[in-house]
């Protein structure tokens, strides 16, 4: 007969078999997944910091607010330059776009140093990927697999076109061009090759980047 002890110590059981299950399946690589997101997430409040200051410094100093170093930019605005055709503004008024500027500068050595421990954990974690896909687009093809287990199991077909999913998409649904390749795009070899030859370089790169994800994951076997 089972008691009610029984049932309590098969309850105990389950859920200790089911955190050792969780904690076993959770790798180092979830670590990398979560930096590259936050990465991102910074990438893009910079981006809309920046748009929004080159908006409000423009009615003050048109021109400089034009200029594409950010740098430059911002040490514009902390100089208060004026030009000839700026509307008035009251030093309360500059002040408040200081504010935003130097906020943009906290924020960019945030990314640096987020980005310098991502490096350290591709190297840890999948250095043979990460020299030959960079750090960044690693990080990417990890986080679009879901983790370098299943990034290994891909065919070097599919990690070519990993992150182009709804240009996939669409060229299953309305037979358009299918891509040539997604997170890899960004990678040096693809940017500095003629547009005649990026499909064939892509190819390549995919294959190279998908012998390292297992060369890195089977390592540890």
């Keep these: 007969m089972v008691t009610e002890s029984d ?55 048109p021109r400089a607010a034009k200029e594409e170093n950010i ?62 896909a960079t750090p960044l687009i690693a990080s990417r093809l990890i986080d679009k697999a879901g983790s370098l287990k299943h990034l290994a199991e891909l065919p070097s077909s599919t990690i ?5 999913e709804k240009a996939l998409f669409r060229h299953l649904k309305t037979k358009a061009k299918p891509p040539k390749f997604g997170v890899i795009f960004s990678h040096p070899t693809i940017s500095k090759a003629q547009l005649k030859d990026k499909g064939k370089v892509a190819r390549k790169l995919a294959s190279e980047i998908s012998k390292a994800a297992k060369i890195d994951f089977f390592k540890e076997k």
């Design 7 to 61: 049932i309590k110590k098969l309850r105990e059981l389950n859920i200790r078999l089911t955190k050792e299950s969780i904690k076993e399946e959770t790798t180092r690589d979830i670590l990398l997944i979560q930096t590259i997101h936050t990465i991102d997430e910074i990438i893009k409040i910079i981006n809309r910091l920046v748009a929004n200051l080159r908006e409000r410094y423009g009615y003050y100093a």
């Design 71 to 132: 740098k430059i930019l911002i040490d514009n605005v902390y100089k208060k330059i004026k030009e000839d055709i700026a509307i008035d503004l009251t030093e309360k008024d500059l002040n408040s776009m200081i504010e935003i500027a130097k906020e943009i500068e906290s924020l960019s050595k945030l990314f640096e140093s987020q980005e310098s421990y991502l490096e350290s954990l591709t190297k840890e974690i999948c250095p043979t990927l990460a020299e030959a």
């Design 160 to 164: 070519q076109v990993l992150g182009a």
